[in-house]
């Protein structure tokens, strides 16, 4: 029976590795494994189609297939292949019916094995050389059936080989470090990792001893007898069953457990292909770190987690904390954040150590090596280019980012450390966003007390934000804004000179538009003056640096700085001069009539009439209003312009209506701009003392005449134009537009005439639209 829920496969799985299995049930279990394997919709193993694996029974292969010629696995390719597994080694027989008290050093520990490993150790402790998913996936089986002492057995010979073989790699590593080092790239050694693994065989081992040391595990209903028979005498006695037959003197089945996962965790690993496998991989590691945090930690298990962040550090290839790392390798971020938080206490330079170290992703690192394909026998050969199919990529940052935190945290207060984990995060994290939250969180937690901020990490929290600002500089983020503005904030926090900095150097962390409108408006205003607590001699320090970047903004996007720049001026008449002779500059060629416009509308609100008619002049020639234009933004500026040139006289006036007729077309506009012109004289309300004769102009002389005479113009041209292509619904509301047309001809002398002519012109022209020429003759007959 069954013990636990398991997926599909998996409970396949241990019902093929029943120890008292017949041939027979497994030949017709074998068939229907096929029939169902067989079946299109059967699901794959890794719910991908792109990453095959050799079959599961076989080490690593020779050499380097080609993956797309191998054959699907699905959920059941590997209870068929189990089905060749059998129980009838006897070594295997030996490891699991035999406690380990009960072996001598009469065995000799290099008696080969059938894959070339010994079955003992220096001890005389029995060893399993199996694949190590496969032999746990026979752990599991055995529990499954109702044999924990077997598998526990089992298990604890794996794990004792496990460990032989990290002392074996650690001294191969050394013997070879040199040649590794000098190459500056390494390989992944496992082709398959076990956190993350199909069969988990990771988990299997640690839950195996875990719930052995906490006495869950209960003493089963039978003896395994390899004669081929199960006797179920009574239970085992718990005085039959003591657990100190399966360990060292001193040794615990909780820290067994927990090196395990501690070994497992680090195997330096690949990222699988595909979503599906690719999540299971961070679902199977997260899972693994929450059954680990609810060990209650004592000095022999941090002696256990020294033991294994040493081994990390040092096992090359073999470690994903390693000193080189493949490119396409499983990150450490989380497991070594759970690292970090445990060694703390206990020895904080190692925790720093391993942290530092997991904080690469080679991944992303457009110079990172590819691997050394020089050694294919124990090399996976990648697909190259497979970043894009890092799907879990985000999550993976997040997790590298939250371990950055986790180090800017417990390094507050300590200078050397903070700029160790700044150097680590500026070298390794490529999200401007990741950084930007590492920067707000640094932030935080150095104003979070009442008492005077930590300057050592608002200085940080200060580098980090400069770095986002020149990552982001030349590429579109939505937050951008809102990182300025929190930069300005932060170098507030940090002091004066962190402000005069920022501005000196503008042009490499703001565009022109961002370090006038948001920096040096900030840095000007009052808040940030009583923030800071400046005397009279720092503020003008700091407005000239202002003042300074406002002008080389205005330089460098006079479109865009120019009104910031005069603004940010107006009480330097130099600097002042300087912002109003760019615009000049920049106002042939480098600027819209909006912008113009604005500009011209801020220096009349400032008391500087005559230059906002200047401007408004320059504005002019950029405008063109066509005839149907008439609900364009540009008309009350244009109506502005005119009322300014009529308030500042007549020559003003007779300088602009040229500029108005060339570049305005539509009627209406013209219409309303005479009619204007009309109302009052010239300079009758001017803002600076000037004689005028007090007279109105006439619409008979320059400049009102070729104005008129530009208004009947435009009304004509329009007029063709509605006609050219009227719909009926449209009749009313053209006979209204001719009704207005005909205020502006009567402005003329022979207005009336010129108007009677124009309507029998339309009524000759247009006759075949009979309707509508009855409703001009009953208008204006």
Not at 324 to 349: G, I, N, Q, W
Not at 570 to 596: N, P, R
Request: glycine residues 4%.
């Amino acid at each position: 029976m069954v013990r636990k829920k398991l997926p599909e496969g998996t409970l396949w799985m241990c019902i093929v590795l029943n120890p008292h299995c017949k041939s027979e049930q497994k030949c017709v279990w074998l068939r229907q494994l096929r029939r169902w394997n067989s079946i299109d919709v059967c699901p794959w193993e890794d719910g991908n189609h792109g990453n095959e694996l050799p079959n599961l029974t076989h080490a690593l292969p020779h050499g380097n297939p080609d993956l797309s010629s191998r054959p699907h696995r699905t959920v059941f390719t590997r209870a068929i292949e189990a089905c060749d597994l059998h129980w009838q080694d006897t070594h295997l027989q030996r490891v699991i019916t035999h406690d380990l008290c009960t072996h001598t050093h009469t065995h000799c520990p290099h008696d080969s094995h059938g894959s070339g490993g010994a079955l003992f150790d220096a001890r005389g402790w029995p060893l399993w050389h199996e694949h190590v998913p496969t032999a746990c996936a026979r752990v599991d089986a055995l529990r499954s059936h109702g044999y924990p002492r077997e598998a526990l057995r089992l298990a604890i010979a794996i794990v004792n080989t496990l460990k032989r073989q990290q002392q074996k790699q650690l001294q191969l590593l050394r013997n070879h470090k040199k040649e590794l080092l000098h190459k500056g790239m390494t390989s992944v050694t496992n082709m398959e990792g076990w956190v993350g693994h199909p069969l988990d065989p990771i988990g299997t081992l640690f839950s195996t001893l875990l719930d052995t040391g906490r006495g869950d595990e209960e003493g089963g209903n039978a003896f395994l007898d390899f004669s081929g028979s199960v006797s179920s005498a009574k239970r085992l006695e718990p005085h039959l069953f003591p657990a100190q037959h399966f360990l060292d003197d001193g040794q615990s089945f909780v820290a067994l457990a927990v090196e395990t996962a501690l070994i497992g965790l680090g195997q330096q690993r690949v990222m699988p292909d595909g979503l599906y496998a690719q999540e299971k991989v961070c679902r199977n590691e997260e899972q693994l770190l929450a059954k680990l945090q609810e060990v209650e930690l004592n000095d022999a298990l941090v002696k256990i987690f020294r033991k294994q962040a040493v081994f990390l550090l040092e096992a090359g290839p073999y470690s994903g904390l390693g000193e080189l790392l493949y490119r396409e390798s499983v990150p450490m971020h989380t497991f070594a954040k759970y690292l970090f938080t445990s060694l703390l206490p206990h020895d904080a330079e190692l925790a720093y150590k391993i942290a530092l170290r997991a904080m690469r992703l080679p991944v992303l690192e457009t110079t990172a090596p590819s691997g050394d394909l020089s050694r294919p026998h124990h090399i996976v050969s990648m697909v190259p280019n497979r970043y894009p199919r890092w799907f879990t990529l985000s999550h993976i940052e997040s997790q590298q980012c939250e371990l950055a935190s986790t180090m800017l945290t417990a390094a507050k207060g300590d200078g050397r450390k903070l700029e160790t984990v700044l150097e680590s995060i500026q070298k390794n994290i490529h999200s401007s966003s990741h950084i930007f939250k590492l920067a707000q969180d640094a932030f935080k937690i150095a104003t979070l007390m009442d008492s005077l901020p930590d300057l050592t990490l608002l200085k940080v929290s200060l580098e980090l934000g400069l770095q986002v600002m020149r990552m982001t500089l030349s590429t579109l983020n939505w937050r951008r804004r809102e990182m300025v503005r929190w930069l300005v904030t932060c170098a507030t926090e940090v002091g004066v000179y962190a402000l005069d900095s920022i501005m000196q150097s503008w042009f490499t962390l703001f565009t022109p538009t961002e370090a006038t409108s948001i920096v040096a408006t900030t840095v000007m205003s009052n808040t940030t003056i009583v923030r800071l607590h400046l005397d009279c001699h720092q503020q003008e320090n700091l407005a000239s640096s202002a003042r300074t970047l406002a002008l080389q903004c205005a330089m460098k996007d006079p479109q865009n700085c120019s009104l910031s720049a005069l603004t940010l001026c107006e009480k330097d008449h130099i600097a002042f001069e300087t912002a109003y002779q760019i615009v000049l500059d920049a106002a042939v060629t480098g600027m819209s009539y909006t912008q113009l416009f604005t500009i011209a509308r801020y220096m009349e609100h400032r008391g500087y009439p005559m230059r906002a008619y200047k401007l408004a002049t320059l504005a002019m020639a950029h405008l063109n209003l066509s005839y149907n234009q008439d609900t364009h933004p540009a008309i009350n500026d244009v109506l502005w312009a005119c009322a300014l040139s009529h308030s500042l006289g007549k020559n003003e006036l007779s300088a602009v209506i040229p500029l108005v007729v060339k570049s305005v077309k539509c009627a209406t506009v013209l219409s309303d701009i005479l009619r204007r012109c009309t109302l009052t004289t010239p300079g009758m309300v001017a803002l600076h003392s000037r004689r005028n004769s007090g007279k109105l102009m006439s619409l008979d002389k320059a400049p009102l005449r070729q104005l008129l005479d530009a208004t009947i113009g435009a009304y004509i041209n329009t007029t063709h134009s509605r006609l050219t292509h009227i719909s009926p619904r449209h009749y009313s509301e053209f006979i209204e537009f001719l009704s207005k047309a005909r205020e502006t001809f009567l402005m003329a002398q022979d207005g009336h005439i010129q108007f009677t002519q124009f309507i029998d012109n339309l009524k000759q022209i247009y006759k075949g639209k009979k309707k509508l020429m009855m409703l001009v003759r009953e208008r204006f007959g």
